[in-house]
């Protein structure tokens, strides 16, 4: 079989791969440094996260220019594009594709302002204005670096545009690559906020409640229909067979399911990255908060448990042993110190001698006031090693309570494995080894590590008429046990 192509547009790295499905292999890895951020200092301080989308997709055609030269004469086998990105966020662009506005994005805290001589915040108001049972036809609830908040707050600001069309960033690059058609594969706009899964479509009630005109959305594609071939320009510069489909751009979350997930009736997808997430495919539409109804690339949704308390956690700690060093030695600590963290943690029993943590310091989704806790501190426990260990079993306690609130909104579905994503599992054999305990299902993740590229370049296999479906599509994924001795 030929091999497919994926980039991600990630918020720190942009990654390019060409992945072969007879292999189930990664045979070929760019990855450049997202350095487009542009947010002052100022900006900053507000909680505003402000990015170059022009500089964003040039990188990404970097990413594309030094895969193509590494593969060399394989690049001729290479039978689709796909393409995946950070979820949330806006950007404007005008009918030539040129940015009006900056990439506002999933991290921009501007929706959390309170609105001048009030005490209710712009996100609250937008709330408020679509209603409570919003969250039942768009399968979550607006979130502050939501399109739709962006689009309120501008809107209420005076700063849209007279003529434009928002997108998400792997919109505009899709775009790019197909020669100038915008389209939004509804696994993009469900992370919207006004989107409804049932449909498949914008959500008509809540644009008019928020004042959106649905112009400036643009149409909605099925990820196995193509955004169109790959433009003449790319073909010559790439050196590459034409027609080449270009895939609708994939949510990264549903990306990443995609290219991790063997078998979809029994696995579960947990992601540990900055955050984590629990997530499971359901062909119905029933959920409950805070479980988000997330909508699946061509059919079905993802039951997805979000903003568990993930890796910022224990970067966190790790961030705080590193200020006492610096503080009583004078000197910063040479190189990270998570290694050590992990081997003082392994030293003590679990249950921390009675230390528990609850690690939602930043709060949660549903709850963006909460804070996280130590709790049963005792002179026994009153250490390093002890607290180390109790963030990670806390972390894990998180992951159990989103599977079973998972679980609990799909009776019929039975688990059978875990599978991981993300770089904390695969990076921490000590927090594997605590998720596969305190789940009580073995945790197996794939040969690849980039498993949202590899998702969309599955996807982009679809669209191109290479598999039948996307359960045939996941076959091609190779799986390996996660350590998971005693602790």
Known sequence: ??????????????????????????????????????????????????????????????????????????????????????????????????????????????????????????????????????????????????????????????????????????????????????????????????????????DTPSLAALGIDPAWLPPIGEADQPVGPLADRWVREFDLPGPIPVAPALGDHQASFVGSIGNRAHDVLVNVGTGAQVAVFTSDRQFTPPVELRPFPVAGNLLSNVGLPGGWSYALLEQFFRQVLRDFSGQEPTGPLFDRLNELAASVPAGALGLECTATFAGTRSDPLARGRFTGVSPQNFTPAHFTRALLEGMTAGLRAGLETVRQQAPQFEPQRLVAAGNGLRENPLLARLVTRGLGLPLVCTHHCEEAAVGCALTAGLAAGLFPDLATASRSLRHQDVITEAV
């Not at 994005?105 to 209603?131: K, M, Y």
Request: aromatic share 6%.
């Open 1 to 202: 079989m030929p091999l497919l192509a994926g980039l991600d547009l990630g918020t720190t790295k942009l990654t390019a791969i060409a992945f072969d499905p007879d292999r189930g292999e990664v045979v070929c890895r760019t990855a450049l440094p997202n350095e487009a951020n542009l947010t002052s200092a100022a900006d900053r301080s507000l909680g505003r996260s402000e990015w170059d989308a022009g500089q964003i997709v040039s990188r990404g055609f970097d990413c594309l220019r030094q895969l193509v030269r590494d593969l060399g004469s394989r690049r001729r086998e290479i039978a689709a594009i796909g393409v995946t990105g950070q979820q949330h966020g806006a950007v404007l662009v005008d009918a030539q594709l040129q940015p009006l506005t900056p990439l506002i994005n999933w991290q921009d805290r501007r929706g959390n302002e309170f609105i001048p001589g009030t005490q209710e915040t712009w996100v609250e108001r937008a709330r408020h204005l679509v209603g409570e049972n919003a969250i039942e036809r768009c399968g979550c609830r607006l979130q502050t670096g939501f399109l739709a908040t962006i689009l309120f707050w501008l809107r209420q600001q005076g700063g849209l545009p007279e003529r434009g069309r928002a997108c998400f960033i792997m919109d505009l690059f899709a775009a790019h690559l197909a020669g100038g058609r915008l389209v939004c594969e509804p696994t993009a706009a469900g992370s919207s906020g006004v989107f409804a899964p049932a449909t498949r479509t914008w």
